[in-house]
């Protein structure tokens, strides 16, 4: 299942961009012309991205450096404890909604400090598959397309990170779990 | 939300690092923080002109009104108000195939070029229609049937079993997933309620706008801010130069 699945992923992007452009020629498209057009709305659509992430990013990085992050992570902790989840994947609970490089580097360390095969590699490597940079995609969606208010999407989004989190932790503990 | 999330975020910070003594870290943070989103932006810059080159390309072939079209029964459900044939949908789903096979970095400009889709549909543009919400719900949430970046990883710190974690990803985030769409639903139906921001599916909860001509009560006439679907369906049959409904 799994060597299926990775060589699907191997092969689809080689595959489209032979295949569209095959099909299109096909269906007398100009291909060329056609792809200059549409590649030159990727550029300005980048672009207006750019206040956007600046503005969440900036937030973001003060937010770790200040030592907010970590004080938020002390208050939790001794719930966590009382749970029985182990407490080194609380701070990334906090940082994967925030920042998919932060996170991704905080769960290799992770990994490194416990090992992979431990429950806490385990879980950590669960969490950062399962559930996505919820602020960073409601920055660059919404703001390509000049939203700006996003009505229920961050709850939404936050919510389902929430959900994620915990079920990474209880299927780990229940699969992994001796 | 996000204005208050923002404000949030440096009132706190600022606070904490005077109790944490961190004042001069987070000036540096400040700005290694404008960097890297400046940085993060310039990264999209050649994903992004590739694949709405070749995205475009697939739209003009026909092929994702194809794919719009074949896997109309689960977009139906996610995405009532958007109308049949829409090319919205064949971008939502490309997006979403994107981000179940872990390929994140095809899946941004499709999912960018979906939501420029259903900014086209939305009456209001600077606040975010049901439909949008809902294509945010599944990209937050996303299935993930390979983690590719995390079994490297585990490779890396040799793991005797690098795939073992495929599984419960899997199944983490399927339940992330369902969680996302119910929360999404739950809301979607609380806004509905609320004039004149809402989206009426049947047009029964917009309070019959003035030249609306399409039969109420049709299940077929999904009101997207009141305008009909026909109506809809005439004016994309316009811009794709066909004389009649898409589908």
Redesign the interface.
Known sequence: M?EW??S??AW??PF??VF??L??AF?K?P?YE??????????G???N??PH????????????????MD?LASLIRPLFDSLGIPSEVLPLGLLR?LTG?GS?AF??EL??TY???SMI??IS???????????Y??T???G??????????????L???L??FF??II??LF??GS | MVNIIWLFFIVISFVAAIMNGRMEALTEAAFEGAKSGVTVSFGLISVMVFWLGLMRIGEDAGLLRKIAVLLQPVVRFLFPDVPKGHPALGYIMSNMSANILGLGNAATPMGIKAMQELQKLNPEKETASAAMCTLLALNTSSITLVPTTLIAIRMTYGSANPTEIVGTTLAATLVATIAAIAADRWYRHRYRRKPPNSIGRNGTAMKDPPGAQGPPGNFDSEGFGGQGETARDNLLAAKHGKGEALV
């Open positions: 799994y699945v990775t699907i992923s689809l992007i489209m961009i569209i452009p099909y299109a269906k498209v291909v056609t792809f200059i057009d549409g590649a030159k709305e990727g550029f659509t980048a672009i991205i750019i992430l600046v503005g969440m990013m900036v937030a973001i990085s003060m937010f770790r450096a200040s030592g907010a004080m909604p490089a991704l769960t290799t990994i490194k090992g992979p095969d590699g385990r490597s669960t969490i950062q598959g399962s559930t996505d940079t919820t602020l995609v409601l660059v969606y919404f390509a397309v000049g939203i700006r208010k996003s009505k229920y999407a961050l709850k939404v989004g919510f389902s990170d959900v994620g079920a990474a299927i780990c699969v992994f």
